[in-house]
């Protein structure tokens, strides 16, 4: 089973967003998927009740710990039988055990974080706790960021980026902060449900992330029906896939 989890313990860095784009992804290309929320809000939980019915299935694991706990009990009591793909959102503020407990269920693991002073900060404490205390390099799991809500005007965009750019990781992808992925949220849908020219610069800019994620998709597909975007982003979009490259994984390794 291909397990990937969104972490930061910093709130606001866009988790939900971006584990409600993959999960939507592979339902689309009928992999088996549940996406796991472990947010008190629920708001993954929420984007699943209005999604479509006709869209690719995709199973709702309410994984909230009760009030108090410190550990996510045994995983597998809320993913069915034959899962291929496993998205796991994480909380803000997820330390000790509970932070653990993820590490070590998860094959990939992306953190998101977004141009300011404060989440450069604050992802910068956190990427240090998940090694030390998350035990990330205890095991084989695979860590990789990835720039969020990017907008050209903002003056925390270069500092993001060299932040990123000098840590031991794969710095994967600039998600753009565009109207396109909340208006996805809003129906219950993925970047790649809808309109292929309405979204072509969003399904660029999340093809690195695929890439590093996976290679029994067929992304050569994606990059055929990506459109209308200017040769700067294609430029920018291929060296990131360039540096974030790692083999890829069969559909036999997913079961």
Not at 67 to 89: F, M
Not at 182 to 207: H, N, S, Y
């Amino acid at each position: 089973m291909l397990t990937i989890l969104i972490i930061n313990s910093k709130g606001g860095s866009g988790k939900t967003t971006l584990s409600t784009t993959l999960a939507s992804y592979y339902a689309s290309k009928k992999f088996r998927t549940t996406i796991m929320d472990y947010d008190p809000q629920g708001s993954c939980l929420q984007w699943l009740r209005v999604r479509p019915g006709h869209m690719g299935n995709i199973h709702a694991a309410n994984a909230a710990p009760p009030k108090g706990a410190s550990n996510l009990h045994n995983l597998q009591k809320w993913v069915p039988v034959g899962t291929e793909v496993l998205v796991i959102d994480a909380p803000s503020g997820v330390k000790g055990l509970l932070l653990q407990e993820m590490v070590r269920k998860a094959n990939f693991i992306v953190v998101p974080v977004v141009p300011s002073p404060i989440d450069i900060h604050a992802t910068a404490d956190f990427i240090k706790e998940m090694f030390t205390i998350g035990g990330a390099a205890i095991g084989k799991t695979k860590v990789a960021m990835v720039a969020n809500r990017m907008r050209r005007s903002s003056p925390a965009r270069e500092p993001l980026e060299r932040f990123l750019s000098s840590l031991r990781l794969p710095f994967l992808t600039s998600i753009s902060d565009s109207d396109n992925y909340l208006r996805a949220v809003e129906k219950g849908l993925g970047i790649f449900e809808m309109g292929e020219v309405q979204t072509a610069m969003e399904r660029q800019e999340l093809l690195p992330i695929l890439k590093w994620l996976d290679g029994q998709v067929q992304v050569a597909e994606i990059e055929s029906n990506v459109v209308n975007i200017d040769d700067s982003r294609k430029l920018a979009a291929n060296r990131s896939v360039g540096k974030a490259w790692h083999s890829p994984i069969t559909r036999n390794a997913l079961r």
